[in-house]
């Protein structure tokens, strides 16, 4: 699993992989370091924000870059193909779209977001108990105007 994540210590953006036997998580740029209970990572699956300690993470799909350039170098060659074939162009650009749409959606994954730092947790196997966005829950963690 990884990690991205902006260091409360210095406010960079840095990311880092997760194991299970990873006992610590920290910034490469200032040092700062926080240590990660053995409970807290179990099967590819988070309970808490490993670096605020939040309770309180989303669940959502997102097709990563690699998918999606995939699916477009996929879509653009079976449009050229089928034009190449059949020469009709409403039927060129419906199977590129077709084409396009299907890979992005195999090539999604889940993303576990916090809802109070925003760091966000890529190739999570086990998100089960985690739900999708709620703006109730946001508006904890929000800050005040």
Known sequence: MEIRYDCPGCLRSDRAEIAGTMSLVGCRSC??????????????????CLICSCPDLWRQKRCSLQARLLALATAA???????????????????????????????????????????????????????????????????PC
Not at 34 to 42: I, L, N
């Open 31 to 48: 040092g700062w370091t926080r240590d990660v209970p053995h409970s807290e990572v179990t099967d590819e699956a988070i309970r808490s």
């Open 77 to 143: 060659g079976v449009g050229v193909g089928i034009w190449l074939l059949q020469g009709e162009w409403p039927f060129v650009v419906g199977s590129g779209l077709l084409t396009f749409w299907l890979i992005s959606r195999w090539g999604r994954q889940t993303v576990l977001t916090c809802y109070r730092c925003r760091a966000r947790y890529f190739g999570v196997l086990n998100a089960k108990g985690m739900t999708g966005f709620q703006s109730a829950i946001n508006k904890r963690y929000r800050a």
